[in-house]
């Protein structure tokens, strides 16, 4: 769930979202010790770099050099 979504939620389905992040504090957190952070984002069964506010969930790819 994202922080946006996270405002429209209901309590009980607030219980099991602890740890929502926005996509660039997200992103933050990985390049304190990965050097390359792509991000992607998905809804449905879409994997994509399009709005991410809405976005049911957020994936990292990180590379280290």
């Known amino acids: 769930m994202s922080i946006v979504e996270d ?5 009980r389905s607030k219980i099991g979202h602890v ?3 926005n996509q660039k504090t997200f992103k933050k957190t990985f390049k304190k010790k990965l050097q390359r952070v ?15 506010p809405m976005s049911h969930y ?3 790819l990180c590379i280290k050099d």
Not at 7 to 11: C, D, F, N, T
Not at 38 to 52: A, L, P, Q, R, Y
Request: a negative charge.
């Open 58 to 60: 957020k994936i990292a």
């Open 7 to 11: 405002h429209y939620a209901s309590a």
């Open 38 to 52: 792509f991000m992607f984002s998905i809804n449905d069964e879409v994997v994509h770099t399009g709005f991410s």
């Open 19 to 21: 740890s929502c992040l």
